[in-house]
């Protein structure tokens, strides 16, 4: 079966500064892999994913997400936060041609301070 | 554009007390998802839907629970009776397989947010 683990509960930075999020998967079949945000009292909204190709894939909001095979990684990376960037961000994982079950992280908490 | 559409927003509800949450899913989406989120096990895939059949409740927590899609376009999630344990916010997700398959790409609404005294 696939699992899905965030290595950081919480991650805080200042303004303006990079970001990773740490994203790591087991599966022993292919798999597709996104993160969601998760904005305070909000549903979760799709940031990026990775069905296939490039494994260097871009998102909404200046995000993007590196997909490593060899270490099961998929790490979420932006180059400068703004405050607004204050979420709960999701790593989850499926199997590809799947009909449904997507197997999400515990979520990392990102806080931005000014 | 309609979103996923869930109600109530909030239920605040006795210990014993029956729950009913709604959900719309987007129109033309054919796969609808119920999670369950709390602090201590995060986000908990409970039960889906593909063209209204349950495929897969291995989630739902015991037999208090139950969900029903009765057509395309409506589910509920119904709690019998009702625990403190059980107040957690629900969410409702719905999608549209592509040719490969179900690519991954939830539409949540925003949640139904149950305390249960």
């Known amino acids: 079966a696939q699992s899905v683990t965030q290595l950081d509960s919480q991650v805080p930075v200042f303004e303006e500064a990079p970001v990773e999020l740490r994203c790591n998967y087991s599966?022993?079949?292919?798999?597709?892999l996104f993160w969601y945000v998760q904005y305070p009292n909000q549903g979760l909204q799709l940031l990026l994913k990775?069905?296939?190709?490039?494994?260097l894939v871009k998102g909404i909001n200046g995000f993007e997400a590196e997909f490593n095979k060899s270490q099961t990684s998929f790490h979420l990376r932006k180059p400068s936060v703004h405050i607004s960037d204050t979420a709960e961000y999701f790593c989850a994982v499926i199997l590809s041609g799947n009909t449904g079950k997507l197997i999400f992280g515990q979520g990392t908490t990102l806080q931005v301070k000014p | 554009d309609a979103g996923v559409i869930q109600s109530p927003r909030h239920e605040v509800t006795e210990m014993g007390q029956e729950v009913t949450l709604r959900c719309k899913p987007i129109?033309?989406?054919?796969?609808l998802f119920w999670y369950r989120q709390t602090m201590m096990r995060g986000l908990e895939l409970l039960i889906y839907f593909n063209n209204n059949v349950p495929i897969d409740d291995s989630g739902m927590p015991e037999d208090r629970f139950s969900a029903k899609m009765p057509n395309a376009s409506f589910s509920t999630l119904k709690i019998q009776p009702s625990e403190p344990r059980d107040s957690a916010v629900y969410f409702c997700a719905s999608s549209s397989p592509g040719l490969a398959g179900n690519t991954g790409e939830l539409f949540f609404g925003e949640g139904s947010r149950l305390t249960v005294l």
């Open positions: 129109s033309g989406h054919n796969s």
């Open positions: 599966s022993s079949v292919s798999v597709y």
């Open positions: 990775y069905l296939s190709g490039s494994t």
